[in-house]
């Protein structure tokens, strides 16, 4: 930077980040030329200005607007992100993923009788014990209320899908503590979609995983289901997302 000042005389900005102990410092330096008689640069003068505070905040903004802000899972947006990613990985390498869409069962009583501060306990709660339940290249969203979305790349077969989802909802069967209000149950619906046997793009294997889901709450509920064409056109599930 200092020899592109002297070089064109031409005042520059540049941003520092300084790690300390007590957390990275951020610097915006500016660099200014001091010019002699002869026009040329005889030196050069740098002002540093502390900005970390406001690269702090801008980090916040930006990990809120890609994060839900109850329990700092991946929002739709993210999620859609990474889905996207994962489609262009398992296409070009040949692979499959999953998709696995969640949906709570007896979630709304919980609120109703217990109010929304125990639902957004609640809410933490599942979204923890389904972190536990993943590897660290898989994706969990919520994306409203009471639903999630899971993301299981590079499976070596729809049995691996069915295992993760298997053991999220035996997880979620277990009882939930919630302070003041005890131990509450609740259950899930999961619906599974793989790539690319139930959809090559987004938006079809989000449909069909939410098909899978609805088939299983309409057939009992606390269920896990895989998507099958046959059993499962969409236009029966047209009125309930």
Avoid: W
């Avoid at 702090?56 to 739709?76: C, I, K, S």
């Avoid at 999953?98 to 009788?113: C, E, G, I, M, Q």
């Avoid at 509920?221 to 056109?233: S, T, Y």
């Amino acid at each position: 930077v200092v020899r592109c000042v002297f070089e064109h005389a031409e005042t520059k900005h540049i941003e520092v980040r300084g790690p300390t102990s007590q957390g990275d410092h951020y610097y915006l330096t500016t660099v200014k030329p001091i010019i002699g008689e002869r026009g040329e640069v005889v030196s050069v003068i740098c002002i540093s200005k502390d900005i970390t505070e406001r690269k702090l905040m801008e980090q916040r903004l930006a990990h809120l607007a890609q994060h839900d802000a109850l329990t700092d899972l991946p929002n739709r947006a993210l999620f859609s992100d990474r889905l996207k990613s994962s489609l262009a990985h398992a296409r070009r390498d040949n692979s499959r993923f999953a998709v696995l869409s969640l949906d709570l069962d007896h979630f709304k009583p919980v609120n109703d009788n217990f109010g929304h501060l125990a639902g957004d306990r609640l809410l933490k709660a599942v979204a923890q014990r389904l972190l536990s339940c993943i590897r660290e290249s898989d994706s969990v969203g919520r994306i409203g209320g009471d639903e999630f979305l899971i993301l299981l790349p590079h499976l070596s077969s729809n049995k691996d899908a069915r295992r993760v989802a298997d053991k999220i909802h035996r997880i979620l069967s277990d009882p939930f503590e919630l302070e003041e209000v005890g131990q509450v149950r609740i259950g899930s619906c999961i619906g599974i979609a793989i790539f690319p046997e139930h959809g090559d793009a987004e938006l079809d294997l989000l449909r069909h995983a939410d098909a899978a889901l609805y088939h299983a709450k309409r057939h009992g509920r606390n269920r896990v289901q895989l998507f099958e064409p046959a059993k499962m056109p969409l236009s029966a599930f047209a009125g309930l997302a």
